[in-house]
């Protein structure tokens, strides 16, 4: 007998890729109004890779989210990350939670550019990329979401 595992239930874990800007568009929804403590993001020099561990909204759920709204932590990860810039984020504030808007991508010199994530109170961050490759990979179970609300829906 074996253990039950997360991928054999209803709620299957998401695992996506974007290598140009309409797939971009399909993560970014599905990360709208995530959240992540400033130190819950990283950037590996060497090997080229910004992450940010969100909570995620699970946007997919479609009308079920209006009756049990849910989150579930998820990895956004950028590779081929040149340079990281940032605006309006203190990261030595441990109690700091950001949230997400939107991700999009600005080409400078194809394939090269920059991945804006855009956070909600004016903050960003800027990744310089030699090409657009992001991945978005959820890592938990889907959990109750601690407010019982959905972003955005006043209750």
């Keep these: 007998m074996t253990d039950a595992r997360f991928e054999d239930g209803r709620e299957a874990p998401l695992n996506l890729g974007a290598l140009d800007p309409d797939d971009l568009q399909v993560i970014s929804s599905l990360c709208q109004d995530a959240v992540f403590p400033a130190t819950e993001m990283t950037w590996d020099r060497r090997a080229s890779r910004f992450g940010l561990l969100l909570n995620r909204f699970r946007w997919e759920e479609g009308a079920a989210h209006s009756v049990a709204p849910e989150r579930v932590q998820t990895v956004l990860a950028i590779d ?8 309006g984020i203190d990261r030595r504030d ?3 939670i950001l949230s997400l808007l939107s991700v999009t991508f600005e080409e400078t010199d194809a394939p090269a550019g920059h991945v804006l994530l855009t956070l909600a109170g004016d903050g960003a961050i800027r990744l310089t990329v030699e090409a657009l490759e992001v991945s978005l990979k959820d890592v938990t179970r889907p959990y109750r979401a ?3 609300k959905t972003p955005g829906h006043p209750d």
Excluded: F, L, R
Excluded at 80 to 87: E, G, H, L, P, Y
């Design 146 to 148: 601690p407010s019982q």
């Design 94 to 96: 441990a109690d700091t």
């Design 80 to 87: 081929t990350v040149q340079s990281v810039a940032t605006s």
